[in-house]
């Protein structure tokens, strides 16, 4: 009990939430549909055959078949109507090899899938180390998912046939007595095969399930990585604009901007605004002036 306690404490549950853990649980629930409602099936149909001599009649012929619909070993006693003798007849057909193929496949798709959950609950990181447990479940995927389309189709072709093998006016032809009209043969009662419906429906749900898994499963692969490309780094930003003042850009560009940081007409350079001319002409007439207003 103690070991069940840390498995369960150590495991990651939360996957189920996730597509690639929901859908294994359906897979898991719908292959056990899939090879129950077909392995565990059983059928019955009645006949009678009346003869002109009621005492030699049958009236309650049953003929019994089940899983796996080896059908030529089914055989059942009708009345010849010549005397209280029986002819032992069989019914036609052998269509256990699609039968089992398709259970087959159902219980290998039930055990993957219960350990395919084990995997993804107690080893999810070694699962997804290097990608190498999600290709490998990619590729069973790929399989189950052709196996699947093949089993259901080829028990769906095998279902129409076994139907029609144990169709009770079609066994009913092969009664030596019925072809004589003065006896009277008939159904009484017809096989009930909803079951087996049932199963060939589960077969191409499993089909789907497990073709639409096989996207959740590939992106785990890393391989989609593979087929998307990316711009380069340099392409996907372009530069701040403060990058181009410290590289020479628009700093250096600007007409006003000198190496004192702003516009400063040089005086000096003017013939008529030097200092020493503009001091030496005003030294040499404002001073007599001034003089002479004084006085």
């Not at 990608?131 to 189950?144: H, M, S, W």
């Not at 030596?176 to 077969?203: M, Q, W, Y």
């Not at 901007?257 to 005086?267: L, M």
Request: net charge negative; charged share 15%.
């Amino acid at each position: 009990m103690d070991i069940v306690n840390q498995l369960v404490a150590t495991g990651q549950f939360t996957v189920v939430k996730q597509p690639l853990g929901f859908i294994k649980i359906l897979q898991w629930i719908f292959a056990i549909f899939a090879f129950a409602t077909c392995g565990s099936y059983s059928g019955m149909f009645k006949m009678s055959v009346e003869c002109k001599n009621r005492t030699e009649s049958d009236l309650n012929i049953e003929v019994e078949f089940q899983y796996p619909f080896r059908l030529h070993q089914v055989y059942f006693d009708a009345p010849t109507c010549k005397g209280r003798n029986q002819e032992r007849l069989f019914l036609t057909g052998d269509y256990s090899s699609s039968a089992e193929f398709f259970v087959t496949i159902g219980v290998f798709s039930f055990l993957y899938s219960m350990a395919a959950l084990a995997v993804y609950f107690f080893c999810l990181e070694k699962y997804r180390e290097n990608n190498k447990g999600a290709q490998i479940d990619f590729g069973v995927t790929c399989v189950f998912t052709f196996m699947w389309l093949v089993s259901a189709a080829a028990w769906a072709k095998g279902l129409s046939d076994v139907k029609t093998a144990t169709n009770p006016d079609r066994v009913i032809t092969l009664i030596s007595a019925c072809e004589d009209i003065e006896n009277r043969c008939k159904e009484i009662h017809d096989p009930v095969v909803s079951g087996l419906n049932t199963s060939v429906v589960f077969g191409f749900l499993n089909l789907i399930i497990w073709a639409g898994n096989l996207w959740f499963v590939f992106k785990e692969t890393g391989w989609l990585a593979a087929f998307t490309h990316y711009p380069p780094p340099s392409q996907e930003k372009q530069p701040a604009p403060e990058s181009f003042g410290q590289q020479g850009g628009y700093a250096q560009q600007d007409p006003y901007a000198g190496s004192q940081g702003g516009y400063q007409p040089e005086y000096g350079q003017q013939g008529g605004y030097e200092g020493g001319d503009y001091g030496q002409d005003y030294g040499q007439q404002g001073a007599p002036t001034s003089f002479a207003n004084q006085m």
